[in-house]
């Protein structure tokens, strides 16, 4: 893969693509991969190596909508975004968190934060010789140091709920990469990244530097920790938070070439403060997205805020969710469905919300066989004219193929009672269960529904 230290920084550095053949189990086209490096390399050239170069501490929101950025706000309690915004990590509760946790009892080694030099019985180069005790950067490196303690291992060496509860490991930030060389300790940036997670297919106890890992393709997502020495404020970014972002969905971007959704998540901290900070870049608009939460600020014992210290650990091994709104993934009802294939061919379009129905019950029992591996495809015993089944206001799209002629026969200009009765008492019931917004698509004549 070409370097794209051009657009990165001017140190002579690029991102970490040696290993990105391996991770890519779905490789898409040359013509694909070819239009995929070609805009990452634009967006690094617009976005990453401005940043990269940057003495200023905070970027302002005038600065984002430039960069085509848009800030949205995230609760860190409960991981609830704005109203239509995609949602790309659902937080582990903290009551999960401290059922997991009252198993490998990790506070019996470590009941507050670390202090001077202690050491945590992690093995990562990440001298703190160079910060001093009550520094900003200094303060969130102990804060990660415990959040470590408390997740991957307790300084013994004995796993934590990371490895036990999940599959997110740890990922190495190459030696001499970009990343890596902007938030070293000596480096004259006052932020550092201390690791970085991502999902994997299965367990694996130790992780590969070279990117032979098994990375789940399906799951773009990436976390990572970041020791900010510019002071959390609440309606700006931090010159570091965005630096982060932005080479974090651009590597993704590159790992993952068949999705359109890149997101990353950061744990960001200064001092003992700390809020979520995220970001989805859309590859095929060119746009990123970057919820963040309100800042929570935790005391020099963890214990008087002990909630907010399970929620904290709930988001750094959250679930990596689809990212789909309710308008990327609508209900579709299949109105006597029959043995369509209609539904199939939808699923494979990506379509994984599909509620097929009919009245006959070999052919609910001969199409749930037939088509038991597709995910989202479900069908049910149901009468068009009493879906008792079908929730009110659910659907998003309801398709009927012909079950509405087989109701109609006689003169169209006077057709039986039967046929009054079940023309309109039928699309009547599916309006019942159509979103209002939304369309219902019968094949038939205005005429009969008027009935």
């Known amino acids: ?9 001017s140190q002579n550095s690029d991102l970490e693509t040696e290993e990105t053949s391996k991770i890519n189990l779905c490789q898409p086209c040359p013509e694909e991969t070819r239009k ?7 967006f690094l050239k617009a976005n990453f190596a ?4 940057s003495n200023r501490s905070y970027i302002d929101t005038g600065a984002l909508e430039h960069m085509a950025m848009k800030c949205l706000h995230a609760d860190f309690n409960t ?3 704005s109203n239509g915004v995609a949602k790309f990590i659902d937080p582990i509760p903290p009551s999960k968190i401290g059922e997991w946790l009252a198993v490998t009892k990790p ?15 992690d093995d990562e180069d990440n001298p703190l010789e160079n910060l001093g005790p009550a520094s900003p950067q200094w303060e969130a490196a102990s804060l990660y140091r415990l959040m470590n303690f408390y997740l991957v291992h307790d300084g013994q060496w004995n796993p934590g709920i990371l490895q036990t509860q999940t599959l997110w490991r740890k990922y190495p930030i190459p030696r001499g990469r970009t990343l890596c060389q902007l938030s070293h300790t000596r480096s004259p940036r006052n932020w550092r990244v201390w690791s970085i997670f991502r999902r994997f297919q299965y367990y694996e106890d130790i992780i590969s530097e070279m990117g032979e890992s098994p990375l789940d393709p399906e799951k773009p997502h990436v976390m990572a920790f970041l020791a900010d020495g510019a002071l959390i404020r609440e309606d700006v970014l931090s010159t570091g938070e965005l630096t982060c972002i932005t080479y974090l969905v651009a590597d993704g971007a590159l790992k993952y070439k068949h999705h359109r959704f890149i997101p990353a998540t950061l744990i960001s901290a200064s001092l003992r403060t700390v809020r979520i900070v995220q970001g989805v870049l859309d590859c095929q608009k060119g746009t990123l997205e970057i919820p963040k939460s309100q800042p929570v600020t935790f005391s020099d014992s963890r214990i008087a805020n002990w909630v907010k210290w ?3 650990l709930g988001w750094m091994i959250g679930n990596p969710a689809d990212g789909l709104k309710s308008s990327d993934n609508p209900l579709i009802l299949h109105l006597g469905s029959g043995d369509s294939v209609i539904p199939v061919e939808l699923a494979s379009q990506g379509y994984k919300r599909q509620l097929c129905i009919d009245f006959s019950p070999t052919v609910v029992d001969l199409m749930t066989e037939r088509h038991a591996e597709v995910k989202g495809l479900e069908w049910k015993l149901m009468n068009v004219r009493d879906m008792a089944g079908v929730a009110d206001k659910s659907v998003d799209f309801a398709f009927d193929k012909g079950t509405l002629d087989a109701m109609i026969h006689g ?3 006077n057709p039986p009672e039967t046929v009054k009765e079940n023309s309109s008492g039928y699309p009547t019931e599916a309006c019942f269960a159509m979103n209002a917004t939304e369309s219902f698509f019968p094949d038939q004549s205005p005429r009969f529904i008027e009935y």
Do not use: C, I, N, Y
């Not at 893969?1 to 920084?9: C, E, F, G, R, V």
């Open 1 to 9: 893969m070409p370097s794209l230290a051009s657009h990165a920084t």
């Open 36 to 42: 995929r490096k070609a805009f990452v390399s634009q």
């Open 50 to 53: 401005p940043l990269a170069k």
């Open 79 to 81: 991981g609830r975004l």
């Open 107 to 121: 506070w019996l080694g470590r009941d507050g934060f670390f202090h001077d030099q202690e050491d945590d019985g």
């Open 310 to 312: 399970l929620t904290l």
């Open 411 to 413: 003169s169209p200009w």
